[in-house]
């Protein structure tokens, strides 16, 4: 089971950076890493920004995927499992505009990391809901629906 | 009530790439325009990739977004209204990945242009669903609920 959690966000920041470019052009770091929970960090200014200066809709979803998605990832490397991540269905609630010069999000998974699994059909399947921060205020609020597939299958 | 179709294309797509850079690092254009539908596209490569080497989950949510909120910029230039745009909430399914060089999102209404306004709070709320294609299969059903304030309010 992998636990240096500074080792794991390098690694994850990379996949993100080197295979997804719209997470460099967002410029998203890991800001921490707990065993069952990650934050995200990105810069409004200037790339995340939308026509009233606040953080474009898009950007603010995708800041969001990429944490729930990254936090499915980290779960796994715990558990020593090897998937492809995909993710099959969100949800997101904008309720107040994002000002925040770097803005937050949050995941986090109250699950047992021992207990994760690949089902027969060599699928892991989990929900989670990730919150972004502008300030203190909870900014939007997105649930996922994550599907991990067992590799080689 | 605006009708030229092009020059509306032409001004949208200036509005995006001026105003919203993740639009303009994801090629996004106006593919088509007709008075109720609206139909963009995109570049897969190299901006919108994923580590599967397919569309990326927040690109496609993105191109949707922009596609449906291009959609009530569009209805309300031609009903000869002003407001600002946000969206409010919205839902994706991802049903099949998204390898298709060029995709398209098609949004549509079929709602009365003549009978769009403001309600007394100055807000007019519309929801509306995007289809984004890849080749000729859905590959991602996005639904958002989109509130125009009145400008000056």
């Known amino acids: 089971m992998r636990s240096d959690f500074k080792a794991l966000a390098a690694e994850l920041q990379q996949t993100w950076h080197q295979t997804i470019p719209l997470s460099q052009f967002m ?26 200066n606040t953080m474009f809709a898009g950007a603010i979803y995708t ?19 090897k998937g492809d991540i995909v993710l099959a269905q969100a949800d997101i609630r904008y309720s107040a505009p994002v000002t925040d010069p770097t803005p937050l999000a949050v995941c986090r998974w109250d699950g047992d990391i021992k207990e994760l699994a690949f089902n027969p059909k060599g699928r892991l399947s989990l929900s989670l809901e990730v ?15 994550f599907v991990a ?5």
Chains 1, 2 share one sequence.
């Not at 998203?28 to 939308?50: C, F, I, M, S």
């Not at 919150?131 to 629906?145: D, I, K, P």
């Not at 597939?149 to 299958?153: D, I, K, P, V, W």
């Open 27 to 52: 410029q998203l770091e890991v800001a921490e890493g707990l065993a069952k929970q990650l934050t995200t960090r990105t810069q409004l200014a200037p790339n995340n920004l939308n026509l009233h």
């Open 63 to 81: 800041q969001c995927t990429l944490t729930g998605w990254g936090l499915v990832w980290w779960l796994l490397e715990q558990a020593g499992l």
């Open 131 to 145: 919150e972004l921060y502008s300030q203190n205020t909870v900014a939007a609020r997105f649930s996922g629906r």
């Open 149 to 153: 597939l067992a590799q080689g299958e």
